[in-house]
């Protein structure tokens, strides 16, 4: 059997994309609280503030705020031994900068946990999944300033005291590394609740606010340590292989370059120090960044104990002669990959490519992986008896779970486990869309804010039901 006793199969989903309830309980705004809808080729928008006129998906989104039980019951009936959740940190401190926790958001997790654990299903927790409390965008301009350090740390010791006998598997920051696309303000509002000023330097901030988001993980790594240590904190970053066009030098030299840039995140997770690549590009950039050598010593003493990753799709990359550097810029410098298909969304689809990245991720850092995020975001159709056969669906995980075992099995990659992204539909972070569905479970809510919010059992629900209960060996 490829996947060891006690596998970790299960679910994956984030606070803010299906919770809803975004002002009850004391919980106060988050920066994807003033986020828009987009559509299916549309960002979505943020606002500052909640305006008139406009829609924003999460203040509802499917309402698990308030339905959570009925949906853990469906989660176990397929099996599942873990759910992939996020605490929105905007419940436990409304504005973020608050010396004392609100009570009520706490004992919302608390009964989330407890459904969870008296369903057999352990809570897998990321504390930070692309929402920070808005009053720290507004206040301190996010992540820009290292007084967020201290804001996270303390909300990280809250989170690990209360939920210390309810929770093992901890992550510090979603996806961590999109950030690499600093052109793209999104990503710096999502990751570090940015909001870019005229004529400022992206490259830089970027490197600046990462640098005080690594010390906060690793601080919070210690402090998690010390509350138990027994906790497995690891960091979470967005696997994207990025392969080279072709085999000219040129080509494979950028493809590593790019590969460096994306990836020097896991080096200071799991390493404790900058690699040699970034420092050089600090020196040639004439970066004076704001590292004490105190925040060194933070990174070399809160290592993570895994690696937590997302894995949708691959990149492609080829070198341009008006590049003398090789600098990579995700913006400029990506091209299609004609030997794989990609989604309507115009995600490339590579199976390989999974198994590639893990056994990149092992030979680079010897570490357990915890494949925290895979999916195909696809439209279903719901036909007249209310069945969803979504067998593309189940065509896309099949071919990665059988990469995944592969990598388990042949190539020796040590796996902790395996959440597929948004196991119940909920709203897409990029675009606001609820019809861009990830789902084993349908949710009946569109685009257009219609529907009941009632939940179904796609053809997916049963198939991954049977993966779960033969421990991966059944995937017809
Ligand atoms: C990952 C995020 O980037 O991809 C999730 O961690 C996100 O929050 C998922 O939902 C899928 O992306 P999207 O834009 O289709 O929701």
Redesign the pocket.
Known sequence: MAFKEGFLWGG???AH?LEGGYNEGGKGLSVMDVATKGGPHTRRRYTGDILPGESYPNHEAIDFYHRYHGDIELFAEMGFKCFRTSIAWSRIFPEGDELEPNEEGLKFYDDLFDDLIAHGIQPVITLS??EMPLMLTKRYGGWRNRKCIEFFVRFAKVCFERYKDKVTYWMTF??IN?QTNYKDSWSLLTNSGIIVEEGEDCEKLMYQSVHYELVASALAVQEGKKINPDFKIGC?I?MTPIYPATCKPEDILMAHKAMERRFFFTTVHVRGYYPECIQALWARRGFDLDITDDDLAALAAGTVDYIGF?Y?MSFCTEWNPENPHFDYDETRDLIRNKYVKASD?G?QIDPVGLRYSMNWFTDMYHLPLFIV?N?L?AYDKVEEDGSIHDDYRIDYFRDHITQMKLAVEEDGVDLIGYTP??CID??????G?MD?R?GFIYVDKNNNDEGTLERSKKDSFYWYKKVIATNGEDLA
């Open positions: 994956a989903v984030a994309q999944h692309f979603n996806e999109n979470m967005a997302s949708y969304w995600w995020e999916g975001g992204w948004g909920l709203v897409s972070a990029s675009t869309e861009k990830y």
